[in-house]
């Protein structure tokens, strides 16, 4: 069975620092990339974050500087990590991640994030 597992999510102080994990497994041969969402209450999903199968990776604007995704190792990519720092209390949401197969896209359950004020 082909699946999507985040990890990681949790409650935390403005300013604090979070690593979501995203793990594929079953018989994945090639994952063209990889990005985390975010859906807050009442709000559309939005990404947050890519990478992609050369190693590039994209921000959202209001990210950058503060998010950094990454593959647990380079050889391995159905590993994604992203790190999370100096959270703010709009960062607070479910956080999901994807990816791109050859054949469709895999979303995992979502994780919580929680950023108190």
């Known amino acids: 069975q082909v699946q999507v597992v985040e990890s990681g999510g949790g409650l935390v102080q403005a300013g604090g620092s979070l690593r979501l994990s995203c793990t594929a497994s079953?018989?994945?041969?090639?994952?063209?990339?990889t990005g985390w969402y975010r859906q807050a209450p009442g709000k559309q999903r939005e990404l947050v974050a890519s990478i992609y199968s050369n190693g590039s990776t994209d921000y959202a604007d209001p990210v950058k500087g503060r998010f950094t995704i990454s593959r647990d190792s380079a050889k391995n990519t159905k590993a994604v990590s992203l790190q999370m720092n100096s959270l703010k209390f709009e960062d607070t949401a479910v956080y999901y991640c994807?990816?791109?197969?050859?054949?469709?896209?895999?979303w995992g359950q979502g994780t919580q994030v929680t950023v108190s004020s």
């Open positions: 079953g018989n994945i041969f090639a994952i063209k990339a």
């Open positions: 994807r990816m791109v197969v050859a054949w469709g896209d895999l």
